[in-house]
């Protein structure tokens, strides 16, 4: 794979103009923006410029809103809804965090049901940005039928990624964002793309087969992680993140989707709690005192420890050179 | 392994005496008693009266309080908190359900701090009794140091069960109740007492490495189940059950516990929210729709569904007879 580096100015420069120049408007484009280069800069490849060509491709066939305003109201002191106009998701989370946050300060726990968007990137900007503002975040999303639920042959969950983050104040929080799949379609995609094998267990071909070709997989379907177990975690989210908030399941999202290679269709299930209000003051030192057990145990390391170690660096990103010629491709 | 039938009646009849005859007064004994009965009943022998001896021994230490009388209060309007009064979890949780689900029904989300507690029983009686009502249900505990993080070599969660149960208006709600460990202890237990092996990643012997002899792993720690994911759920439910609780961590009761054999003092993380506010009128068709699309997927079998066919028998239930004998003689 030929690779060329870019630094995230240029990544920003890229993604802004793909995005303004395919019917995105300034705000629009200035929330997606910040994802693609919040994952280039973390080192989360799959959820950054990867992800512009289906961003643009939803744009142009008019799926997507990209003027989209949405709209943030409150069902109950603690129930915080967001319609998303038909857009992105990525406003709709910004507009729609400051209530979440606010309500969970006063309550102690709050619910956000976004509805109406079209969710393309990694969830731990949205569970970070509660975090940071010192309270437990956890988001989840479902998408297209891509999983069969284990000891099944026949897709029904997406790859229903789960996020939780924990916050650590004068620190980065510990995040966790991770595929309930075995592993995500979008690195499947890209070990399709470089001519990778990846591990029986993975997935699933059309027929229902193990396989270790992730294009078999990708036109077959994946596995949840961890069997059973995993499979309940991926259903949990399923059920929260379509069932709970009142949007699409994954089955419901392939059958209205038009295939043009963007997000379908969404809802999103973010829940915002008060540790403060919950545990009481010295909550904090309570658990500095954890995590400082879990880092002197040798070979263990907390989840998101390795994109916050990205993120500090400010050397140019090695992305796919047929990619960025592609996105060029798609500005003019 | 010699078994023995007992009914129903005689496993509640069993459990009662040796409660009430260790120093649990009729309210506390009827709790445990439910608990015991319903383990038993759904087929969870790990959790029936398998617990009997260990909830025994921390009676006679005197670590539990066999008369707790658990307080139920609310820090905000929704957030209730429960202080056990340093007795066992299932009276606490009876007398808090209620006003977390007055909560949830009114705000749409709330959440449940039980502290001052000994839980040492499964975790979806609680998660159902918030079901039944119409309300999604989530709960966790930790316990005691038994399992190493991924990657890590000494033990520092407990294993973390996570329970989550999604109402069914008319059915059994969906619920699930796992330990975030490839096995429950439980489970490492009644294999080392029966002779058997368990699969390599359960668990590493005392020197960190791995085994399938369960008496090794017992004496040594426990894995989480799937890797580097489960890990991270694994850290999720310690976060929450200790942390966002303000209660003991895993590490801590280890440092605290009088190793009596029975469970240490320990919290509760518990969660409802409402459908019916969140998603709106039409949530249960919505989603029963789903269910269908799941149960027509061959080999795919919803989380509980056994334990509900299990609870429609009425036949005795095949009980380790050196067991049945034990407890009878802790009756005396």
């Known amino acids: 794979m030929t690779t060329v580096g870019l630094t995230l100015e240029q990544v920003e420069e890229l993604a802004t103009r793909a995005f303004s120049q395919n019917g995105c408007d300034a705000e629009n484009t200035a929330a997606l923006v910040r994802t693609v280069v919040g994952a280039e800069r973390d080192g989360s490849h799959s959820h950054g410029l990867f992800r512009v060509p289906g961003y643009v491709a939803a744009l142009r066939s008019g799926k997507v809103n990209g003027s989209a305003n949405p709209r ?74 891509y999983m069969a639920p ?5 897709a029904l969950f997406g790859t229903n990624p ?10 980065p929080p510990m995040a966790f964002d991770m595929a309930t799949a075995a592993m995500a379609m979008g690195e499947v995609q890209i070990a399709a793309r470089d001519g990778h094998k990846v591990p029986i267990g993975t997935g699933l071909d059309a027929e229902g087969r193990l396989t270790d070709d992730p294009g078999a997989i990708a036109s077959g379907m994946l596995l949840p992680f961890g069997g059973h177990k995993g499979s309940a975690i991926a259903l949990m989210v ?24 963007g997000p379908p269709r969404g809802g999103e299930f973010m829940l915002a709690i008060s540790p403060e209000l919950l545990a009481g003051p ?19 390391r907390l989840p998101g420890a390795r994109r916050h170690e990205n993120r500090l660096s400010d050397a140019p990103r090695q992305i796919n050179a047929d990619l960025v010629e592609r996105i060029r491709a798609l500005c003019d």
Chains 1, 2 share one sequence.
């Open 282 to 300: 010295g909550w904090a030192e309570h658990c500095e005192a954890f995590f400082e057990r879990f880092d002197a145990i040798e070979g263990a």
């Open 238 to 261: 399923e059920l929260l993140a379509a069932g709970a908030v009142g949007e699409q399941f994954s089955f419901e999202a392939g059958e209205t989707d038009n295939k043009d290679g």
């Open 162 to 171: 789960l996020s939780f983050a924990w916050p650590r104040p004068g620190k």
């Open 72 to 145: 943030v109201s409150l069902k109950t002191p603690a129930i915080v809804s967001v319609h998303g106009d038909n857009g992105f998701t990525p406003l709709a989370i910004e507009r729609g965090v400051p209530a979440l946050a606010e309500a969970a300060k006063t309550l102690g726990v709050a619910v956000m049901a976004t509805t109406h968007t079209h969710h393309f990137a990694a969830l731990w900007p949205e569970t970070e940005m509660i975090a940071e503002q010192g309270l437990i975040g956890m988001a989840c999303v479902c998408y297209m039928p």
């Open 150 to 154: 284990a000891g099944g042959n026949k």
